[in-house]
């Protein structure tokens, strides 16, 4: 947790047509409790849910021609 309330533990990032970026303090978890590994301080989790590597991001958004916005107005 930050010292500084005002400072989030882990921010989110919606990139335009393409994954959700998960940087700092984060635990990942399956929906039953069950951790999943990351081993690094930054992610990317799927959105267009075809990668084949769930729920992490491979790539295959651009192939599947996925389209979302970047801000809550798409």
Same mark, same amino acid.
């Given at each position: 947790m930050p010292d500084d309330?005002?400072?989030p533990a882990a921010t989110i990032t919606p990139y #335009?047509? !393409?994954p959700l970026l998960v940087r700092g303090d984060f635990a990942l978890v399956t929906p039953d409790g069950t951790p999943i590994e990351t081993r690094r301080d930054?992610?990317?989790l799927c #959105?267009? !849910?075809k990668s084949a590597i769930?729920?992490?991001c491979d790539g295959?958004?651009?192939v599947a021609g996925f389209r979302a916005g970047s801000d809550r107005e798409s």
């Open positions: 309330e005002s400072t #335009r047509d !393409g930054t992610v990317a #959105r267009c !849910g769930k729920p992490f295959t958004h651009k």
